[in-house]
């Protein structure tokens, strides 16, 4: 799949013949994402995303409200009421441990398929853009992949196996997005390999993991520096449940919107 490339100017005239209308040089970069993901509405859905995500934010603080006012409870009173409030204090702060967890897997619930839609649906009309303009793309290792797979992020060129691709979402989109000169925003490979990681764990394993795949995780927190994503319980002095920090889940919503902006690359940088 080694072609020639255009020039900017042809780029531009040959997407106005194909009707794409990213010929628009006054459009927002985001303006023109629409054109490219013609299918999805990236707008609402992360105008649901949000929704939710401040519902479950204020579930939090009701629950912490609660938390303080039996722990107020706890010093006005004494014994046998205080052991009664005692024990309530115990069952809040569990309460509190499981939804956090259960608030960390509907985040995740979102926002990983909102990126793995955003870049599957984009790809397919980058790809349906240079098909119907006559675009060209440099030599990439990738052109050893059927041409189906070629564009298909979820997988990664293997020089190894009999049909050249293996799965792996992550290195897949970054390799495709190399492939055909897209260039994505500073430390989205980063965030994408917490993601999936994190993702694998909770899908697979559920709130409480299995005590190795725990002390797994806070090993590849610590080693891959995402400290301040992730948030720990502990029982004893091991960790127990992990949860996404609001931190790193507002990281995540506004790395979206730089994707967003990055899709009209292809027109206004790599293409000239």
């Not at 409030?85 to 960390?104: C, G, K, P």
């Not at 793309?137 to 189906?148: C, E, I, W």
């Not at 997988?155 to 290195?171: G, I, L, N």
């Not at 492939?179 to 430390?187: E, K, M, Q, R």
Request: hydrophobic share 40%; charged share 35%.
């Amino acid at each position: 799949m080694a072609y020639n490339t255009m020039t900017r100017e042809e780029w531009l005239a040959a997407l106005a013949d194909a009707g794409t209308g990213l010929e628009n040089s006054d459009s927002s970069d985001q303006d023109r994402a629409h054109f490219i993901l013609d299918r999805l509405d990236h707008e609402n859905q992360l105008m649901a995303i949000r929704g939710l995500l401040e519902r479950n934010k204020a579930a939090d603080k009701q629950l912490e409200d609660e938390r303080r006012e039996i722990i107020a409870s706890i010093e006005r009173s004494s014994d046998p009421a205080q052991e009664h409030w005692e024990d309530e204090h115990d069952l809040t702060v569990r309460a509190m441990i499981y939804q956090s967890a259960a608030h960390s897997m509907a985040a995740l619930g979102m926002i990983v398929p909102m990126y793995e839609s955003m870049f599957r649906h984009s790809f397919h009309g980058i790809a349906e853009a240079f098909r119907k303009a006559g675009a060209s793309l440099h030599a990439h290792r990738r052109d050893g992949m059927r041409k189906v797979d070629f564009w298909d992020c979820r997988f990664v060129y293997s020089e190894t196996r009999k049909d050249k691709w293996e799965k792996d979402v992550v290195a897949g989109i970054m390799e495709l997005a190399d492939a055909i000169g897209l260039t994505l925003p500073d430390g989205l490979e980063g965030l994408l390999e917490a993601l999936f990681d994190y993702r694998n764990r909770m899908f697979h394993c559920g709130f409480e993991w299995p005590k190795d795949e725990c002390l797994k995780f806070a090993k590849e927190i610590e080693a891959r520096k995402w400290e301040g994503w992730f948030e720990r319980w502990e029982r004893g002095d091991e960790p127990w449940m992990f949860h996404m920090a609001d931190e790193f889940i507002k990281y995540c919503l506004e790395m979206i919107d730089k994707v967003l902006d990055a899709l009209d690359g292809i027109a206004r940088t790599n293409c000239r």
